[in-house]
């Protein structure tokens, strides 16, 4: 007996009205959810709107063929928690009470995930700890019992130049029993600025909510204000905007592979991906001036325009990009005491995987077939996407060897995409975004799923904005790979995964 | 006569604190130029270690005495070894007092106290840092010491002195145990300077340190001792193991001009030594943790089988 019944389905990047979906009593919610997610459908977004006395919880739902789901419901103060039958709801619903002030029943562990303020000024009414800010990493963490235990507290001031998070490790000598991340020191306020928008800020605003996927949360905010709009970009801007989503993936996994080959001491490979990284990324400068991309994605297309020059300078620097990056790439995979080393390291098996609704390469490492290109293809994937690729494994060596293998399949479709672009213009008019709708926009970006939702007020201004990195999905899959490994091996492991905090922390 | 002797000494520890941090520098040097990278120079140690001359001493609040006392103990031994090895001359006053035995004991002393002086902050890091370093030292001393058995059993003697001159004076033998005891060597002189693939010198990735994590709470003056005892060991190690096994040009005597000869040639080895160390370092990544008693296992098993050799063989 399928639950899809209860589900308003609609396309990627498409805008709805909000009365199409139907407000169910908070049972049927929480039973439709746990059971579509055990029919193939997996949680993109899932979130809380402060509405009316109450607040009004929305479930974005990802299924197959392209379809995507939503699911409404309203609650006062209280609802009973799914994540022992739904585990990928376990991030989702500590920020859903954390945001709107909401008791969960009988959640696993319920603790603040960014320990922000609520959004809602309504909330000292409430009267729950109002207007007190806790402070990142305050409070309890799963302690492991026992003499030969020891707590390891890693950050948030790491010796190198990362960014901020702790890390709490339960320890027996050198095996790691238990990870538990604490994040949210660089938490901005982000979707409490975002709310009654659009302003003149927010495109610039979403393109920095994480700066090395500038590409990845440009092109979602582009495609919601063209689904609230009604408008296309022209294939000519559609095509640089993919253009410019591989290319941000390409700088991302060259500089990956060489930390990776820095964190197990292999200097050459590291140094070298160091350099080629800031190839790719002037070549994101050579289409906007810009090295991350910002400004170069506006709603309705994309804001510079690539000449005949500019064209014939990228086709050159990308192959010698390509021929530098298979050089260091190759020397790598030659090494044996690399190998070793990324053999059989940050295990994550696929029914963990799965159960944890972990996105992009941290999925497709572990043989599942997952990519927002080819599940709900968007923008000019619609027409032509690089290959799926998939490793088996779940492990570093699968993780390193997966982005290789994507970073082929990027330069290839970029040197296809360069040397068969479209003519035309590249950005056509975006108009106003139309009044009480829901949009929803997946891109796969470097690191996987990100997905943000809009709904707006009868005006068309934004009721609520729902950004989600992928990170959001994969901390939990970095806590997993860490059981039963070596701390040692925490840096490497941590690597692999390569997740935003300021993505996650918002 | 005595009075010269002693001057040659002084000579040689002068040579040590001024030409250890040079050592380091070449090093780093040569490894930013394998990776094409650029590099401040070979003199970039001495400018890194009068910086943190300069600087304020940061100490923890239940910091004991041990943890100040620690980098001028780990000072001073280390320059007392650097008077007992023979690099520029052989009649050195200070190499009769002590033999190999006593040499890998004063660096067990160096050991101890880092590796108390790691626990002593109490942080989680320095704990680590230092339960790593005694599971390293309880494999990689034995090694050392067999390797350098096997070459005394050429010498019939511990001292270096003794090793020295039979190698480099005597009878010019091909002696296949010196082989296998000269890759074990190696293998302890890239573990005991804390190298890849034991250890990364460059790292700061806190979990995975193993000599950076025992001294990461020293700052200032107490960090710039251990710096330049740190380069300093590095440099002694690479000298130990050019007297042991290629003691050419070494003199036996004090003369001035052959003291000059054998400073210009021990530069070139060093040279030479820095390059390979780099070559090793350029082409390896660092080990798994536990894979290091394999690492160090064959490391004494070849020192063995050097030893072995030397009974069936010669």
């Known amino acids: 007996m399928s639950s899809e019944g209860i589900l308003r389905t609609f396309r990627n990047g498409e805008a709805i009205p909000v009365r199409d979906v139907p407000e169910i009593a908070l049972h049927a919610f929480l039973q439709g959810a746990v059971d579509l997610t055990g029919q193939g459908w997996r949680i993109a977004s899932y979130f809380g709107v402060p509405d009316r006395e109450g607040v009004a919880l929305w479930c974005i739902l990802a299924g197959s063929q392209g379809r995507l789901g939503a699911l409404r419901s309203w609650v006062e103060r209280q609802l009973p928690s799914i994540t022992s039958s739904c585990p990928e709801a376990h991030l989702f619903e500590r920020e859903i009470a954390e945001q709107c002030g909401l008791t969960l029943e009988e959640h696993p562990w319920f603790k603040p995930v960014r320990y922000q303020r609520p959004l809602r000024r309504a909330h000292e009414e409430r009267g729950s700890g109002a207007g007190v800010q806790p402070l990142p990493a305050v409070g309890d963490f799963y302690r492991v019992e026992g003499a030969e235990v020891h707590e390891v507290a890693v950050g948030p001031v790491h010796a190198g130049v990362i960014e901020p998070g702790h890390f709490r490790f339960q320890c027996h000598g050198e095996v790691v029993f238990h990870l538990e991340i604490a994040l949210g020191y660089q938490h901005r306020g982000l979707e409490h600025a975002l709310a009654g928008g659009p302003h003149p800020a927010t495109v610039v605003q979403l393109e920095t909510v994480a700066g090395d996927t500038t590409i990845g949360h440009a092109t979602a905010h582009a495609m919601i204000m063209e689904g609230l709009a009604g408008t296309e970009p022209p294939p000519r801007g559609e095509a640089l905007r993919a253009i410019a989503l591989e290319l941000e993936r390409l700088a991302n996994h060259c500089g990956d592979l060489g930390a990776l080959a820095g964190d197990v001491g292999y200097l050459p490979t590291m140094s070298f991906c160091g350099r080629i990284r800031g190839d790719f990324l002037n070549m994101t400068a050579v289409l906007c001036g810009s090295r991350f991309g910002r400004g170069l994605l506006r709603p309705g297309g994309t804001y510079f325009d690539c000449s005949a020059g500019q064209t014939a300078d990228l086709l050159k620097r990308l192959e010698e990009a390509r021929r530098d990056y298979s050089g260091a790439v190759e020397l790598l995979w030659g090494s044996p005491s690399v190998m070793t080393r990324f053999d059989g390291a940050g295990q994550v098996r696929p029914e963990d995987a799965l159960a944890l609704g972990l996105v992009g390469p941290a999925a497709r490492a572990c043989g599942i077939e997952r990519d927002v290109r080819r599940d709900h293809p968007f923008g000019f994937y619609r027409i032509s996407r690089p290959p799926l690729r998939t490793q088996p494994g779940g492990d570093v060596m699968a993780r390193a060897k997966l982005r290789w293998q994507e970073s082929q399949a990027s330069l290839e479709f970029i040197h296809d995409r360069l040397n068969s672009l479209p003519e035309g213009p590249v950005m056509s008019a975006c108009g106003a975004a139309a009044g009480e709708r829901l949009a929803v926009a997946l891109v796969e970006g470097w690191r996987g799923e990100l997905c943000h939702v809009a709904i707006t007020d009868a005006a068309g201004r934004f009721l609520r904005y729902k950004v989600k990195d992928p990170s959001f999905h994969n901390w939990s899959g970095l806590a997993m790979a860490l059981r039963n490994e070596q701390i040692s091996d925490f840096p490497l492991c941590n690597k692999s995964f390569n997740l935003s905090y300021c993505g996650f922390d918002l | ?314």
């Open chain 2, 1 to 314: 006569m005595i009075v010269y002797s002693f001057a040659i000494e002084a000579l040689q520890l002068l040579l040590l604190l001024l030409a250890a941090p040079a050592f380091a520098g070449w090093v780093r040097t040569v490894k930013c130029r394998m990776q094409g990278r650029s590099y401040a120079g070979i003199f970039q140690p001495y400018r890194d270690i009068a910086r943190l001359f300069t600087k304020e001493v940061i100490l923890a609040e239940n910091a004991s005495w041990i943890f100040r006392f620690t980098p001028y103990l780990v000072f001073g031994v280390t320059v007392m070894i650097g008077g007992i090895v023979p690099f520029i001359s052989t009649d050195l006053p200070f190499a009769a007092t002590a033999d190999v035995i006593a040499l890998v004991m004063l660096f067990a002393i160096i050991r101890f106290f880092t590796a108390l002086a790691g626990m002593d902050i109490g942080t989680a890091f320095g704990g680590m840092g230092s339960s790593r370093e005694m599971m390293i030292a309880s494999l990689a001393e034995p090694a050392m010491l067999m390797a350098i058995f096997t070459v005394s059993l050429a010498g019939n003697s511990t001292s270096l002195t003794r090793m020295v001159q039979v190698m480099a004076h005597g009878e010019f033998v091909i002696r296949p145990s010196l082989a296998f005891a000269l890759l074990a060597y190696i293998m302890v002189h890239l573990t005991e300077t804390g190298r890849i693939p034991v250890d990364n010198p460059s790292t700061h990735l806190e979990l995975t340190m193993i000599h950076e994590a025992m001294i990461l709470e020293y700052s200032g003056r107490h960090l710039a001792l251990i710096e330049w005892a740190g380069q300093m060991k590095l440099f002694i190690f690479s000298t130990l193991g050019i007297a042991v096994f290629c003691p050419w040009g070494i003199p036996a005597s004090n003369d001035l001009l052959a003291i000059i000869g054998g400073g210009a040639l021990l530069a070139v080895k060093l040279a030479v030594l820095g390059v390979i160390l780099v070559l090793i370092e350029t082409g390896m990544a660092k080990m798994r943790l536990f894979r290091l008693t394999e690492y160090l296992g064959s490391a004494f098993l070849l020192a063995t089988l050097g030893m072995l050799s030397f009974f069936i063989l010669e």
